[in-house]
């Protein structure tokens, strides 16, 4: 198989199409990220990337707090917007219709159209260029109860979650597998005992 070289370049696809709220209930902002991912799992920690010039970097700096809302494909063109237009002049929630709710831990909203809103402390920040690293512990999820089953398990499948990759977006296709379906071992169904006769 022949394969090209390129030179290094942000070619590290899917990530997610999250719109990332910060500021308060009375002075929310919210800008399209696609530049984040997990970093730990305990604590549990994840990080967002942000350029200095964007509006929301210096509110996350200010305050400290952030909210990741994960975006479905129905989504697609508010997400787009959010991440074109500036929270300077434009109320990105009233153009793109899209509703503020409190969160439990921090003092960002949560967007209320989203699945799922994970609830952000910044314990570091780094500068490393053309962006900020935000890299924070995550203190708390939101999770919209109509995809929660009768057993408390959350069905992402049933959320119609989007994707970002190399400047486009995706709308994530059908289950393949869980983590380490590749060697579990297999049920073996008994036998129903013969009749005695």
Same mark, same amino acid.
């Given at each position: 198989?022949?394969?090209?070289?390129? /030179?290094?370049?942000?070619?590290?696809?899917?990530?997610?199409?999250?719109?990332?709220?910060?500021?308060?209930?009375?002075?929310?902002?919210?800008?399209?990220?696609?530049?984040?991912?997990?970093?730990?799992? @305990?604590?549990?920690? #994840?990080?967002?990337?942000?350029?200095?010039? @964007?509006?929301?970097?210096?509110?996350?700096?200010?305050?400290?707090?952030?909210?990741? *809302?994960?975006?479905?494909?129905?989504?697609?063109?508010? #997400?787009?917007?959010?991440?074109?237009?500036?929270?300077?002049?434009?109320?990105?929630?009233?153009?793109?219709?899209?509703?503020?709710?409190?969160?439990?831990?921090?003092?960002?909203?949560?967007?209320?159209?989203?699945?799922?809103?994970?609830?952000?402390?910044? #314990?570091?920040?780094?500068?490393?260029?053309? +962006?900020?690293?935000?890299?924070?512990?995550?203190?708390?999820?939101?999770?919209?109860?109509?995809?929660?089953?009768?057993?408390? /398990?959350? *069905?992402?499948?049933?959320?119609?979650?989007?994707?970002?990759?190399?400047?486009?977006?995706?709308?994530?296709? @059908?289950?393949?597998?869980?983590?380490?379906?590749?060697? @579990?071992?297999?049920?073996? +169904?008994?036998?129903?005992?013969?009749?005695?006769?």
């Amino acid at each position: 198989m022949a394969k090209q070289f390129w /030179k290094g370049s942000t070619l590290l696809a899917p990530v997610p199409a999250a719109l990332v709220t910060c500021g308060t209930m009375d002075d929310p902002n919210v800008l399209t990220i696609g530049w984040t991912g997990i970093v730990c799992t @305990r604590p549990p920690m #994840t990080y967002i990337s942000v350029r200095p010039e @964007r509006y929301s970097h210096d509110i996350i700096k200010k305050s400290g707090e952030f909210v990741i *809302n994960l975006t479905t494909s129905a989504m697609c063109r508010e #997400t787009d917007l959010c991440g074109v237009k500036s929270g300077k002049d434009t109320d990105k929630f009233a153009l793109c219709g899209l509703h503020t709710a409190p969160a439990q831990k921090v003092a960002a909203p949560i967007i209320e159209e989203c699945p799922i809103s994970i609830e952000c402390r910044v #314990t570091e920040e780094k500068l490393l260029g053309s +962006h900020t690293m935000f890299l924070a512990e995550i203190i708390g999820i939101d999770a919209d109860e109509k995809y929660i089953d009768s057993k408390g /398990k959350l *069905n992402l499948q049933q959320c119609g979650l989007m994707a970002f990759a190399h400047g486009e977006y995706f709308a994530l296709g @059908r289950k393949l597998g869980d983590f380490g379906f590749s060697v @579990r071992k297999k049920k073996k +169904h008994r036998k129903p005992p013969k009749a005695s006769g």
